[in-house]
């Protein structure tokens, strides 16, 4: 997570904050966390979200069948086909309760121990064999919502710092009605941003780019 965060600040350094205001997203509202969003749509630096969602589709093309009970891989995780199927017809709102719960319940297990090393990205199907961290729920969540059908935009996966905690932390946010949700691996129900006042994003980031968060109070040249 560090070097991700780490990552989100250097280029916030590097491009000028004019040139990030005129790619500002024109994507749903609210603004994530009462902060001032700069969108571009250049997420290649991001190799971390990049490297899984190619290692995603490889698995994919490889899977051929879902998984028999004695068979872990190279297939689709039963789990994971039963889910997509228990999905279809839900309403969106439906649709985000029953992923959080589903993906919740698997373990919290560190990069570290799964890995060797301290922040692997995993892919769905590597989460649902063997657990994982934070940016792994979230991840595991993103991408069965939009199997799902739920649109890249309104779905967003966020590295944020958790002030409460004084730790950096991911999540799942999901745009429904013009409320921002959170699905969390440390919240047992789906809240709004609203509710988690102890969050400060970093960045979020889909399938059409990324968002730099900045404060909402601060003031900035390009905005001058």
């Given at each position: 997570?560090?070097?991700?965060?780490?990552?989100?600040?250097?280029?916030?350094?590097?491009?000028?904050?004019?040139?990030?205001?005129?790619?500002?997203?024109?994507?749903?509202?609210?603004?994530?966390?009462?902060?001032?969003?700069?969108?571009?749509?250049?997420?290649?630096?991001?190799?971390?979200?990049?490297?899984?969602?190619?290692?995603?589709?490889?698995?994919?093309?490889?899977?051929?069948?879902?998984?028999?009970?004695?068979?872990?891989?190279?297939?689709?995780?039963?789990?994971?086909?039963?889910?997509?199927?228990?999905?279809?017809?839900?309403?969106?709102?439906?649709?985000?309760?029953?992923?959080?719960?589903?993906?919740?319940?698997?373990?919290?297990?560190?990069?570290?121990?799964?890995?060797?090393?301290?922040?692997?990205?995993?892919?769905?199907?590597?989460?649902?064999?063997?657990?994982?961290?934070?940016?792994?729920?979230?991840?595991?969540?993103?991408?069965?919502?939009?199997?799902?059908?739920?649109?890249?935009?309104?779905?967003?996966?966020?590295?944020?710092?958790?002030?409460?905690?004084?730790?950096?932390?991911?999540?799942?946010?999901?745009?429904?009605?013009?409320?921002?949700?959170?699905?969390?691996?440390?919240?047992?129900?789906?809240?709004?941003?609203?509710?988690?006042?102890?969050?400060?994003?970093?960045?979020?980031?889909?399938?059409q780019g990324w968002w730099l968060h900045r404060d909402?109070?601060?003031?900035?040249?390009?905005?001058?």
């Amino acid at each position: 997570m560090r070097l991700l965060r780490s990552l989100a600040l250097v280029l916030a350094l590097a491009l000028p904050d004019a040139a990030l205001a005129a790619n500002h997203g024109s994507g749903p509202t609210p603004a994530l966390f009462g902060t001032r969003e700069v969108y571009s749509p250049d997420s290649s630096a991001f190799f971390k979200w990049h490297g899984m969602m190619d290692r995603f589709a490889a698995e994919r093309r490889s899977a051929g069948t879902v998984c028999a009970a004695d068979r872990l891989e190279p297939c689709e995780p039963a789990e994971w086909a039963a889910l997509v199927a228990s999905l279809k017809g839900l309403d969106l709102r439906a649709k985000i309760e029953r992923v959080n719960a589903a993906m919740n319940a698997h373990p919290y297990i560190p990069s570290q121990v799964n890995w060797q090393e301290s922040n692997h990205w995993e892919t769905p199907f590597e989460f649902l064999r063997k657990g994982g961290q934070c940016q792994d729920y979230a991840i595991a969540k993103y991408l069965l919502l939009r199997e799902s059908g739920v649109p890249a935009s309104a779905l967003r996966l966020v590295v944020l710092r958790d002030t409460r905690l004084g730790l950096d932390h991911a999540i799942t946010v999901a745009y429904v009605g013009g409320e921002a949700l959170v699905l969390d691996n440390q919240q047992r129900s789906v809240v709004p941003t609203t509710s988690l006042g102890h969050y400060r994003p970093y960045y979020s980031i889909n399938e059409q780019g990324w968002w730099l968060h900045r404060d909402a109070g601060a003031r900035y040249a390009a905005a001058e």
